[in-house]
């Protein structure tokens, strides 16, 4: 069974702070994504990276693939309340076999 | 912008009783998938289907569980005879490719009493 560990798994900031989580794992990915869950939601897709090293930006928040492809984080710039959730990675292991969700980090902007 | 759409929201179940949950993926998409989340913790995978049969299943999905597509759009999960642990949120997804983004339903909460 291939893990994703992430961290912090929670973490409560102050609007306009900085913050980075990440997802580390012992396995290879053929890709990584990113997700965001609001509760009683479903998780929303935010982006998947697919390259090792690569960084993809979405407004204020950056993704980058570790350059072995075995973990990522999310970096969050200027925090904002709108950014409050719980933020899962999940990978697509090599095989293309079904994603594999981490525990998620429940983030909290405080106004 | 497309949706997979989960029937119903909320179902609530005596113990060994049979649920059936409904998904009607995006038209397009030609994997499907479903997931559950107990409270609390994290996302699990369940089975996927392709080409009109599951291609992969977890350990979770034992012989209570079965999924069909009955009428050859719509997707669904059937529970043979609830536990107390089956309780949890339910999620269907599908995806145009196996390494693309997958796109999840609002989700089932089931409770079984």
């Known amino acids: 069974t291939q893990l994703l560990e992430q961290s912090p798994q929670f973490l409560s900031i102050q609007e306009g702070e900085n913050l980075t989580v990440y997802c580390n794992s012992s396995?290879?990915?053929?890709?990584l994504q990113w997700y965001r869950q609001e509760p009683g939601e479903g998780p929303v897709l935010l982006v998947t990276?697919?390259?090792?090293?690569e960084v993809k930006k979405l407004k204020r928040l950056t993704f980058q693939f570790g350059d072995a492809r075995k973990d990522s984080s999310l970096h969050i710039t200027a925090a904002q309340p709108g950014d409050t959730g719980l933020y899962l990675c999940?990978?697509?292991?090599?095989?293309?076999?079904?994603?594999?969700f981490g525990k998620g980090t429940r983030l909290s902007v405080i106004a | 912008e497309p949706e997979v759409t989960q029937t119903p929201s909320h179902q609530v179940t005596q113990m060994g009783q049979e649920v059936i949950l409904r998904c009607a993926p995006i038209?397009?998409?030609?994997?499907f998938y479903w997931y559950r989340q107990i409270l609390g913790q994290k996302v699990e995978f369940l089975v996927s289907?392709?080409?009109?049969?599951?291609?992969?299943k977890s350990e979770i999905f034992d012989d209570q569980f079965s999924v069909e597509r009955p009428d050859g759009s719509n997707f669904t999960l059937k529970i043979r005879s609830t536990k107390l642990e089956d309780s949890a949120m339910y999620f269907c997804?599908?995806?145009?490719?196996?390494?693309?983004?997958?796109?999840f339903g609002s989700g089932t909460r089931l409770t079984v009493v």
């Open positions: 997804a599908s995806s145009g490719g196996t390494a693309g983004g997958y796109t």
């Open positions: 990276v697919v390259t090792g090293g």
């Open positions: 999940a990978g697509v292991p090599w095989g293309n076999t079904p994603l594999v």
């Open positions: 038209s397009n998409h030609l994997y």
């Open positions: 289907f392709y080409n009109n049969e599951i291609s992969e």
């Open positions: 396995s290879v990915f053929s890709s």
